[in-house]
């Protein structure tokens, strides 16, 4: 089964979590094999998981520096236009 970048976006939690079935699952990898949009999203989303296990409960983390900022905005930004781009050829 083929899914949208809005599907792939809604399963990602699951997916990270092991909610999915196995046939869901082999369907996100696949789309994201084949999507650059969505393998980055995941990717953040995969790295904000990481960076925030490493916290003890009760523990704030500190602000993001503006460098830390500044890239995000950046990801953010280049997630958007990837999608304008991508959505113009399916015009």
Partial sequence: MKYTCEEIIEALSDYFDGHLLEED???V???LGECG???AFA???R???ELC???ELGVKP???TPSAKAELESAWQKALAD???SNRGNS
């Fill in 25 to 27: 699952g082999v369907g």
């Fill in 43 to 45: 990717d953040s989303i």
């Fill in 83 to 85: 999608r304008r781009g």
């Fill in 29 to 31: 990898r696949n789309h």
């Fill in 47 to 49: 790295r904000t998981i």
């Fill in 62 to 64: 500190q602000p993001l």
């Fill in 37 to 39: 949009t969505c393998l």
């Fill in 53 to 55: 296990s490493g916290y």
